[in-house]
Each structure stands twice: as structure tokens, then as C-alpha cells.
């Protein structure tokens, strides 16, 4: 069963999308996606998603476990940047530990995305609320890690700078008012006018979501070998701490709700690193950060890992403590 697991993610045709697009820019072909089509995908993606949430939220409704959920999910991106920042700043600088650790913490959208369709595969369900859960847990980890360099680096600017802009960014980034947006137009649409716009929803889905990891692939290859320079460090962290985090937390779901989809939902969240918003908002909180660090991390290493290992592991966790 964990073999088939496994073997079926692998040769899911949205992975190897990514992994073309791997091998497109190692073999230096002219392969190529506009940057504004890239970016219509990215936006199609987080509204499609944060929509069916929204409707399914509406269609179940509001109860205890939706809002321990919420809890749980803020608690988890406040918690992951606390302890990684101290492991990260024994090696790193103050301002890249405090970015990587906001990295970590935060959580991916599309990575979230392909574990939804990864679900759909297996044939699971999972609560329209997590969508909610996702773009709450964007925020925490951004204003905990940039709190944290304020603590501890008076050398950098980071005490100079406005905190209020950092929170207001990372709740207004593009892609968190996007899902938000969709989430919310989903709850309060007609559920009759809403069928209209079910093609669009869900038929093409995954079409999108293959082209969309084809330049994903494309970009982690040409950001991954810009990192390299620091070593074992960053590629072992960048592996086994989003493993670590998505296990315990596949553990820890089971206080929370009992639903295999969700349950693996949280576990994805914990395991993922942000590579939209937090890398926009370290831009604002801590300009000396490299992003030629913590982009590649997430992007070229978390990843590929998360889609192609750890979702199967993850689920194989909920599974075995169901």
C-alpha cells in the first residue's frame, strides 16, 4: 500500500511536469513561459482553490473543529519559526536565519495546491476550512521572524524598521488577499449562480496546475546551484526539518480533527516554506537577507521534496495513527 502510494505520486504527469522542467533548463533548451502568463496561472490557481473552499465551507458550515483548526494551523506557523531560527543562526547570519525561519514557518500556496490534487488522487476529502487554515498561516510566521531579528540584530536596521508595514504587507500580499478574496466570494455566493463557473473551477485544474510546475521546475533549476555555496547545512535543513515538522504535526492532527484529508492538509502546511509572500516581505523587514538563500531552499530543495516524498510519507503517518 505505501509502495503504491508512492509510485502513484511519482508518476503523477503533474510531477513530471516539474521534473521537464528540470531537464529543460539543464539541457539549456529555449523552453520558455511568459512571466505574464506564469503569473495569470499562479492567480487562476489560489482562485479556484480559495473558491471551492469558500463554497464547501459554506455547504458544511461553522463548528468547534473549524475553529480549533484555525487555532491549530497559526499556532503551528507562530511555533516552526521560533525553534529553527535558533538552529539556523549557529551558522547563518541574523537577518538570513530570521528570513529562512519566516520561510519555514509561513506556508506554500501552490504546495498546498498539489496536495489537494494529490488528495483527489487517493480519493479523499478534505474540509473546505483549511483553505481559511492556509491563509492564516501566511502571516504569523512573518511578523514572529521579523520580530525575532529585531530582538537580536541592532547591527542590520532591522530595530529602524516600520513593523506595522511588514504586518500589513504580509496580510495584503497578492496572494494571500487572492485566496482570502476567493475563500470569502465562495461562502457568499448563490450556490446556483456559482455552478456556472464550475468548468472553470475544476475541469482545467489540473491542466493549469502541470504548466504552472513545468516553470516551477524551470526556476528551480536556475536558482538551485546559487545557494550551493553554503554548504551541506542549508540542503540537509532544507530536507529534514519540513520532514520532521510535517510528521509530528501528521501526529498532532489527530487532537484536532480526525479527518484523514485534513489531517494530511496540516501536515503539508507545517512541512512547506513560503516562497511568494515571505520573500516579498523580507524585501520591507530585512533587506541584508540573501534571497539567494532561503528562495532556493524552499523553491529547489522543500519542494520538490514535499511533492515527490513527503506527501506519500505524510499521509502513510495519518494513516498508521488513524
Request: some cysteine.
Amino acid at each position: 500500500m505505501e509502495f503504491q502510494i508512492l509510485f502513484s505520486n511519482i508518476t503523477n504527469p503533474v510531477l513530471l511536469y516539474f521534473v521537464l522542467g528540470i531537464i529543460a533548463t539543464r539541457l539549456k533548451s529555449d523552453l520558455e513561459i511568459p512571466a505574464n502568463i506564469t503569473k495569470f496561472i499562479s492567480l487562476y490557481l489560489l482562485f479556484s482553490i480559495g473558491f471551492k473552499g469558500g463554497q464547501e465551507l459554506a455547504h458544511s458550515g461553522f463548528n468547534a473543529e473549524i475553529i480549533y483548526s484555525l487555532i491549530f494551523g497559526m499556532l503551528i506557523s507562530s511555533l516552526i519559526p521560533l525553534y529553527t531560527f535558533f538552529l539556523l543562526k549557529w551558522k547563518l547570519s541574523i537577518s538570513d536565519a530570521g528570513a529562512v525561519a519566516a520561510s519555514y514557518g509561513s506556508v506554500s500556496a501552490v504546495t498546498f495546491v498539489a496536495a489537494i490534487s494529490f488528495l483527489e488522487m487517493q480519493n479523499i476529502t478534505s474540509g473546505g476550512h483549511m483553505v481559511a487554515v492556509m491563509a492564516l498561516m501566511e502571516s504569523p510566521a512573518i511578523i514572529v521572524g521579523v520580530m525575532l531579528m529585531m530582538l537580536y540584530n541592532d547591527k542590520d536596521g532591522s530595530k529602524k524598521m516600520n513593523i506595522k508595514s511588514v504586518i500589513h504587507h504580509s496580510f495584503t500580499n497578492g496572494s494571500v488577499l487572492m485566496i482570502l478574496g476567493s475563500l470569502i466570494i465562495g461562502i457568499i455566493a448563490d450556490a446556483k449562480q456559482a455552478e456556472g463557473i464550475k468548468p472553470f473551477t475544476t475541469d482545467i485544474f489540473k491542466g493549469f496546475l502541470a504548466i504552472f510546475l513545468l516553470e516551477m521546475g524551470m526556476v528551480t533549476a536556475r536558482r538551485f546551484a546559487s545557494f550551493l555555496k553554503y554548504g551541506w547545512f542549508v540542503t540537509l535543513f532544507a530536507i529534514f526539518i519540513p520532514s520532521i515538522n510535517g510528521c509530528v504535526v501528521a501526529y498532532l492532527s489527530q487532537f484536532v480533527t480526525h479527518e484523514v484529508g485534513n489531517r494530511f492538509l496540516f501536515a503539508v502546511l507545517a512541512a512547506s516554506a513560503s516562497y511568494i509572500a515571505v520573500p516579498a516581505a523580507m524585501k520591507i523587514a530585512a533587506p541584508k537577507a540573501d534571497p539567494g538563500l532561503y528562495l532556493p531552499m524552499s523553491l529547489g530543495v522543500t519542494f520538490p521534496f514535499n511533492i515527490s516524498i513527503g506527501m506519500p510519507l505524510y499521509l502513510i503517518i495519518v494513516n498508521y495513527f488513524s
